[in-house]
T-cell receptor
Framework: AQSVSQHNHHVILSEAASLELGCNYS??????LFWYVQYPGQHLQLLLK????DPLVKGIKGFEAEFIKSKFSFNLRKPSVQWSDTAEYFC???????????WGLGTSLGVNP | DVKVTQSSRYLVKRTGEKVFLECVQD?????MFWYRQDPGLGLRLIYF???????EKGDIPEGYSVSREKKERFSLILESASTNQTSMYLC???????????????FGPGTRLTVL
């Protein structure tokens, strides 16, 4: 069965630290990849997405993610986090022609000022 | 800007009650989705709809039904609410943008339902 794995459930960083959140998926065919963010008390919103082309994707608020096909990974990165990045981050994969997304369990990020 | 609205942010119901959660999107999207979000379990798909009057079961449809009579509105129905249905319910809609290979989902603010 297709699945998405987010390795870290909880991450705590200090401001200005670099961030990398792992996401791996299990599907051998064509995939479309997403990262969503949920700030405290707010709705889920799209951070970035990858469909094709340049495997390094830039999103909102300085986030980027790299698709590495050979590793079935789509890790999220930010060079320097801010307190306002405190949120829950979800990786999701659309496999094949399926309209549905397969979701990771999420990573809760806390940033200390 | 895509706007997905949900009828209530917070709802408290009693066991056995019939509960209606409403979702409306204003962007003429084809597809709409209902999820529940629980701590440590991520998002789990309950039902989705890819056209008016069309619906498909998601991963956890038991105890729920849905209705889509108009394109912009997708309702989730708990026929007889139970305490294990206490959760955050998220609605999403999606469309296929020109030049893209798959839909992007846009979410409403969620309804936190408590069943006593």
């Amino acid at each position: 069965a297709q699945s998405v794995s987010q390795h870290n459930h909880h991450v705590i960083l200090s401001e200005a630290a670099s961030l990398e959140l792992g996401c791996n998926y299990s599907y051998g065919g064509t995939v479309n990849l997403f990262w969503y963010v949920q700030y405290p008390g707010q709705h889920l919103q799209l951070l970035l997405k990858y469909f094709s082309g340049d495997p390094l994707v830039k999103g909102i608020k300085g986030f980027e993610a790299e698709f590495i096909k050979s590793k079935f990974s789509f890790n999220l990165r930010k060079p320097s986090v801010q307190w306002s990045d405190t949120a829950e981050y979800f990786c999701a994969v659309n496999a094949g022609n399926n309209r549905k997304l397969i979701w990771g369990l999420g990573t809760s990020l806390g940033v200390n000022p | 800007d895509v706007k997905v609205t949900q009828s209530s942010r917070y709802l408290v119901k009693r066991t056995g009650e019939k509960v209606f959660l409403e979702c409306v999107q204003d962007m003429d999207h084809e597809n709409m989705f209902w999820y529940r979000q629980d701590p440590g379990l991520g998002l789990r798909l309950i039902y989705f709809s890819y056209d008016v009057k069309m619906k498909e079961k998601g991963d956890i449809p038991e105890g729920y039904s849905v209705s889509r009579e108009k394109k912009e509105r997708f309702s989730l129905i708990l026929e007889s609410a139970s305490t294990n249905q206490t959760s955050m319910y998220l609605c999403a809609s999606s469309f296929l943008a020109a030049g893209e290979s798959t839909d992007t989902q846009y979410f409403g603010p969620g309804t936190r339902l408590t069943v006593l």
